[in-house]
């Protein structure tokens, strides 16, 4: 018989090792054990459902995804019922395909990806049926009307973009620009400002839905204030910030706003944050000639030109234009700020020449009585749609600001049925003109969320549905607001890390002076100095 003191040490170390892989494997074993029994509990056999007690209503739920019209290729639309029960049953079914039963313990209902994709493919312009079964407490089922969607025969474009910030204004600076796929729950970063130590990251456009061509602005104390123009399989850096951006169809070239941005606070109401342009123009950049220029007549020394946006066939730019009503380009707020209200302007454009018409009035503050603002046409060039808010040049900070749609061939309008009493704005249109996203402050009134609605061909917006989440209790904790959302028909080639090392870089694009970049170490935009920040 060995002695303990002649046992080797390496002896001991195997004897641990071993011990402490059967340890792991128990570990293993009890994990993969207990997630076979809660997968047993939420995979459990439907229920036999008899003689339920029908309720003449549809059943609560959240969010609202009832009585709308959703694309063919969008990812399920998971929602919590709202109805007291200890199992509930849903049944969503068409006319073809296979129909998708969910029984759970929970009222979370989570639709199976696959099955969702496969049902939604095969009835394309049909109806889609939720049919809702609760057990009550008593044992009993109650089963509530049926909840009916329509499936459209339009898909709306696979990706989205969108700024993420949180809406108090002393956290303004952490700010990303985001992509989510929307026939799935997979968001990736763009550009982040913690990537660049603390920037402003915003005014995100792209050309004709394409995620092959975009700008981004940044501004920065660090590196800069600066456009940042992915294309061609390459990213550069341009030596100023644009404002909001319209690229013309060709690519060749975007129009973009220089503002003079100012915020400042209410003491009482439902928003008291407000925003306004002490003064503004347009500009534009032509991409192969890395120049910028000024368009002269839209930028009237005496008034404040802002938003542009180009019409499909490139020949006119579209903007939003209302008088100066101040001397003092520096005083905040101007007495009369109140007053602001902008007009729908136009101008024609000769890509060719390069040469510019004269303004004219598309639609007038003095005959609506309201503020005109985020003039963006449709894909066929038929429709424009925008909104309009109680004045100023802010609609975000507006609860008045409405979505409206005008007939661009008789240039009647209308007010959109989709609107609520909360602030709607940053809206942009899907690359078929079936779709547009939009932000709304719908829900509870405090953070802008993306909403989704089919525009028909009459140009009827229906009731729209907000962006879809893996978790549907995910907007119950969600702290950011999203802004600025715009389809495109994939993802952006280029990596976060291509953006940011570019932003990064002190290597640019030197342009003209007349651009009015915000100073270097100027990061508030209400703080910038100069006539333009």
């Known amino acids: 018989m060995l002695r303990a003191s002649t046992i080797p040490l390496s002896a001991f170390r195997v004897c641990n090792k071993m011990k402490k892989r059967a340890h792991y494997i128990v570990l293993i074993i009890v994990t993969i054990s207990a997630l076979a029994g809660a997968w047993a509990v939420l995979r459990e056999r439907p229920p036999r459902v008899e003689n339920p007690m029908s309720v003449r209503r549809p059943a609560r739920i959240r969010p609202d995804y009832s009585g709308t019209v959703i694309p063919p290729n969008i990812a399920p639309l998971n929602f919590v019922i709202r109805e007291q029960g200890r199992r509930f049953l849903v049944k969503i079914h068409s006319e073809a395909g296979e129909a998708i039963e969910i029984v759970s313990r929970s009222p979370k209902i989570t639709i199976p990806l696959r099955r969702w994709r496969s049902l939604l493919g095969a009835n394309r312009g049909k109806k889609l049926l939720s049919d809702v079964y609760v057990e009550t407490k008593s044992g009993g089922w109650h089963r509530y009307e049926t909840i009916v969607n329509t499936i459209a025969g339009d898909p709306i474009d696979g990706y989205i973009a969108y700024r993420l910030i949180k809406p108090i204004f002393t956290e303004w600076y952490r700010t990303g620009v985001y992509q989510r796929d929307l026939s799935a729950y997979k968001e990736s970063v763009l550009l982040d400002g913690m990537s660049l130590d603390g920037a402003c990251v915003n005014c995100h456009s792209f050309a004709n839905n394409s995620p092959e061509r975009m700008f981004i602005s940044t501004r920065s104390s660090k590196f800069g204030s600066a456009a940042i123009l992915a294309g061609d399989g390459k990213t550069e850096k341009i030596g100023t910030k644009f404002g909001y951006t319209a690229w013309h169809p060709s690519g060749r070239l975007a129009a973009y706003s220089i503002n003079k941005v100012r915020q400042f606070f209410h003491m009482a109401g439902a928003e008291v944050r407000d925003v306004i342009d002490l003064d503004a123009a347009l500009a534009y950049y032509i991409v192969e000639a890395r120049n910028i220029k000024m368009i002269a007549r839209a930028s009237d020394k005496q008034r404040l030109e802002t938003y542009p946006a180009s019409s499909p066939d490139g020949r006119y730019l579209y903007y939003c234009s209302a008088p100066i009503l101040w001397a003092d380009r520096n005083a905040m707020p101007p007495k009369r700020y109140a007053d602001v209200r902008y007009d729908l302007m136009r101008i024609s454009y000769d890509i060719d ?20 603002l985020m003039p963006r046409i449709s894909p066929d060039g038929r429709f424009l749609l925008f909104c309009m808010c109680r004045y100023g040049c802010f609609p975000i900070y507006q609860p008045s600001s409405d979505l409206y749609m005008m007939d661009l061939a ?124």
């Not at 100073?519 to 209400?526: I, N, R, V």
Request: net charge positive; proline share 6%.
């Open 353 to 372: 020449a390069d040469k510019w018409g004269e303004p004219e009035t598309v639609l007038s503050a003095k005959e609506t009585a309201l503020s005109i």
């Open 410 to 533: 008789t240039r009647k309008y209308w007010k959109l049925a989709i609107n609520s009493e909360f602030s709607e704005s940053w809206h942009s249109w899907s690359s078929n003109g079936r779709w547009i996203a939009f932000s709304s402050k719908r829900l509870e009134g405090t953070f802008t969320r993306c909403y989704i609605s089919f525009v028909d061909k009459t140009g009827k917006a229906h009731k729209p549905f907000i962006l879809p989440q893996k978790d549907p209790a995910f907007y119950d904790s969600f702290l950011r607001t999203v802004s600025l959302p715009e389809l495109i028909t994939g993802p952006v080639p280029v990596t976060a890390k291509a953006l940011a090392r570019t932003a990064r870089s002190g290597s640019m694009i030197k342009v003209d002076a007349i651009t009015g970049a915000t100073p270097a170490g100027d990061l508030e935009p209400w703080k910038a100095a100069g006539r333009f920040r």
